[in-house]
């Protein structure tokens, strides 16, 4: 019979030291488990961010096309789609808070 996790109301298969994947690896990488949701929290990017974002793309792009070889191709691909991605999300986040503003003014 296999063990469950040592947490309380977790039915998952038991991992390591007592605890299944999730919980150890909450152990693991923050020191203290979690039971429940934690709130996500998210922060307004200002336009000076959302600019030097841009110019660091920019860069980036520059330094993708300039580099020679596979392994160096990756690592500035995946730095640019993280790049692309919080410039994305402050963009849409951008756009919300105007539409709300132009309802709130109307």
Known sequence: ????????GCPN???SKGYCRKHYGQLWRR???TVGVE????????????CT???ELESLNACYSNTVGFEGRI???R?????QTLLE???AESNVHKIEAHANSA
């Open 1 to 8: 019979m296999d063990k469950i996790c040592i947490v309380e």
């Open 13 to 15: 298969k038991n991992h």
């Open 31 to 33: 020191g203290k488990i």
């Open 39 to 50: 709130p996500v929290v998210y922060h307004k990017i200002s336009e000076a961010m959302m």
């Open 53 to 55: 974002l841009q110019n």
């Open 75 to 77: 690592r500035w691909r």
């Open 79 to 83: 730095r640019i789609n993280e790049v």
């Open 89 to 91: 999300k402050a963009r």
